[in-house]
């Protein structure tokens, strides 16, 4: 019955759309967006904002950013053009995982505010149209969680079966670990509980047993906790290990999925929410994507597309980008109501592990040479703008961000081309304190004692790199994204349309042309850091004009459906086809 309303609901706004172009000049310049009729597949168009709360704006000068700070920052990303925001974890945590570790589902950490602080942070983002994410940690607990402290305490209790136990070690007790070079083996003993338990992540956030039917209903009453509290949606984090199938004598190298976890989670919030989503964080192959998704889009509604993003930084590095249109073809096949999630950094290590040895040496040599660069075998742990170094390609990766078909997703600071620290351990490197201004703590507290340390030394120093800076500045890196968002937002067609590759005649230009209720987009992007000259042909008509939307400078596409394009190095292009 749902698919039969979305299909009409769909239908319904076709006609209207046609009703409206008829009565318009072909020349407006003016794209509808689609708002009333499908109101709950939001997800398709917009751009999501990733923040974590302690490190973002501190109200109060105790060091810690804080849900006050961030809500007194709203203006600022509505002007960005942010209209999702995800939170990472903010609920009670001895915090040794940044908070991953959560030790209570249903609170405020006190660092970060109160409950009140949250509803009405909720509340004012709402009112500025800008919806509210968070996280979703439940394939682990902190070890420090009731549940597992009554767990380990007591064979006979009934929180026991809520984890995952082994009297004897596990054959396979050090494979299969998310954080290779640091973390040694998957498998605990635990001195207090006379058992091993088992854990996926660090030694401290044992993992939940999410086959237990107790735990799957726990999960149920947490989401519907925070979706009455007004978020829109659920990142899921590490969705393959949240369904994996474990036990004592599984293979954490073959784990099997159970599936129906992911289904019964989405028919619950739907049920309880119709417009709310899951976005899952699973960093699979394209071969196996289907079932996360589901056939009929019956799990998750968004998923992080790593696959295409490992391949969009080799393209990055070595100017090629055969592997990326590759990728994105492999990644093409996804039910009409799901959407891929894209994205430059996010809050972890950049993950090449899916690339071949030799792409990631590649990679390894053009943006992370040095070891401490370098993480779990397999990442870059450094923000983008030192990373990419010549501000032309910064610039060109967010054309490419913008322009391909899926949401958008940023990480704070990115939008100003913050540094990272290598300094401080592991994925900590990238998660410094927000740069709002030259000032005391780089206008993010004013205490004495921070979370952690401000950038304040080098090129990207909160004295050189900042939002107060930026905003007065035109020509700033906030300033172009902010306008590729706001361009972005009147491109309906790359959420909503059907889209292609074009055969560009160049292996560093990317073009790709989308097509949505007569309306048709071709965006292009040169990763060559030297001049290309392209010529397109698509089936487009002759005489056909297609209008650059930076500049509303035209080309004309000749008799056979061609058209040439010249392009700077590490140049772009949106066009807007006119007929």
Not at 97 to 118: E, H, P, R
Not at 133 to 148: A, C, E, G, K, P
Not at 275 to 288: H, R, S, Y
Not at 418 to 443: C, F, H, V, Y
Request: hydrophobic share 35%; with cysteine; charged share 25%.
């Amino acid at each position: 019955m749902k698919k039969l309303i979305l299909v009409l609901c769909l239908c319904l706004f076709a006609a209207c759309q046609k009703k409206i172009d008829d009565t318009k000049s072909e020349e407006a310049p003016a794209v509808p967006t689609p708002t009333d009729f499908i109101e709950e597949l939001w997800y398709k168009n917009g751009l999501v904002y990733s923040v974590d709360v302690e490190v973002f704006k501190d109200s109060d000068g105790d060091g810690f950013g804080d849900f006050n700070g961030i809500t007194q920052q709203l203006d600022y990303l509505k002007t960005l053009g942010v209209s999702t925001i995800w939170l990472a974890p903010f609920q009670p945590t001895p915090n040794k995982d940044d908070g991953y570790d959560v030790a209570d589902f249903y609170g405020i950490d006190s660092n970060l505010g109160t409950t009140q602080d949250f509803d009405n942070f909720i509340r004012q983002a709402n009112q500025k149209e800008i919806r509210v994410m968070m996280d979703l940690v439940t394939n682990h607990t902190s070890d420090q969680h009731t549940w597992f402290k009554q767990a380990r305490q007591n064979k006979n209790s009934p929180y026991r079966s809520w984890y995952v136990w082994s009297k004897d070690r596990p054959k396979k007790w050090d494979k299969g670990m998310v954080f290779p070079g640091v973390q040694k083996d998957i498998w605990t003993f635990d001195k207090q509980a006379g058992e091993y338990f088992y854990h996926r992540f660090y030694d401290f956030q044992p993992d939940l047993n999410m086959q237990n039917p107790a735990v799957q209903q726990e999960m149920r009453k947490i989401v519907r906790y925070w979706l009455d509290k007004g978020v829109a949606g659920f990142r899921v984090d590490a969705v393959p290990f949240l369904i994996e199938v474990a036990d004592p004598d599984f293979d954490p190298e073959k784990p099997v999925h159970q599936f129906d976890i992911i289904t019964q989670l989405h028919q619950y919030i739907q049920w309880h929410k119709r417009d709310a989503i899951l976005l899952g964080e699973a960093n699979v192959d394209p071969k196996e994507q289907e079932p996360y998704f589901g056939k009929e889009g019956q799990n998750m509604q968004t998923m992080f597309n790593f696959f295409a993003n490992q391949h969009l930084f080799y393209a990055l590095a070595t100017s090629e980008t055969k592997s990326l249109r590759k990728a994105l073809d492999d990644t093409k096949n996804i039910p009409p109501t799901a959407q891929w999630a894209h994205f430059l950094r996010n809050h972890d290590e950049i993950d090449l592990g899916r690339l071949s040895d030799t792409e990631r040496d590649k990679v390894y040599a053009k943006f992370g040479p040095d070891t401490t660069m370098q993480l779990y075998q397999r990442g870059i742990r450094r923000r983008l703008a030192p990373m990419l170094g010549d501000p032309r390609l910064v610039e060109l990766s967010y054309s490419v961000l913008f322009s391909l078909p899926g949401m958008p997703v940023i990480r704070y600071g990115e939008e100003i081309g913050m540094g990272d620290d290598l300094k401080l351990q592991e994925r900590m490197s990238i998660r410094t304190p927000m740069q709002w201004s030259n000032g005391l703590n780089a206008g993010f507290s004013g205490g004495t004692k921070l979370v952690r340390p401000v950038i304040n030394q080098g090129p990207y120093s909160y004295a050189k790199v900042n939002v107060a800076a930026q905003r007065s500045d035109s020509a700033s890196l906030l300033n172009k994204v902010a306008r590729f968002a706001r361009i972005r937002k009147q491109c309906p067609e790359i959420g909503w349309g059907n889209w292609e590759l074009l055969d560009t005649g160049s292996e560093h230009v990317l073009a790709i042309r989308y097509d949505w209720q007569g309306r048709s987009l071709v965006m292009i992007n040169n990763f060559s850091p030297e001049p290309q000259q392209c010529q397109l042909t698509t089936s487009l008509k002759p005489r056909s004009t297609l209008v650059n939307l930076f500049d509303n400078s035209q080309t004309s596409v000749g008799d056979k459906g061609t058209y040439s394009v010249k392009l700077a190095g590490y140049g772009y292009s949106w066009y807007r086809l006119k007929k």
